[in-house]
């Protein structure tokens, strides 16, 4: 039975999927038409937030992890993912 909390998790992670594989696809595509490296990096490191978000969403929802296993991917990924941002921006 899906409860309230879990309907909230599945609406935010689809947010989530829909708006962060949004930004990968744009930051990509810009890299595409320029080859600066910077963009390449910065849709890497958003695709990354992404994937987490959406393996720590499946993990919970569809595998049966624990929330806690779920929340711990999310962060793992989200954490690896803002470093490769926070990279993109000192990439000349």
Do not use: C, W
């Not at 999927?17 to 890497?44: D, E, F, K, Q």
């Amino acid at each position: 039975m899906t409860t309230h909390i879990d309907l909230a998790i599945i609406v935010a992670k689809t947010a989530i999927l829909v708006l962060g594989g949004s930004i990968t696809y744009y930051a990509l595509r810009a890299y595409g038409r320029t080859g600066n490296p910077s963009l390449r990096a910065l849709g890497l490191g958003f695709g990354i937030v992404t994937v987490g978000a959406l393996i720590g969403g499946v993990s919970h929802q569809i595998i049966g992890a624990s929330l806690e296993v779920g929340i711990a991917i999310n962060s793992l990924l989200t954490a690896v993912g803002f470093g490769v941002i926070v990279y993109s921006l000192y990439v000349e």
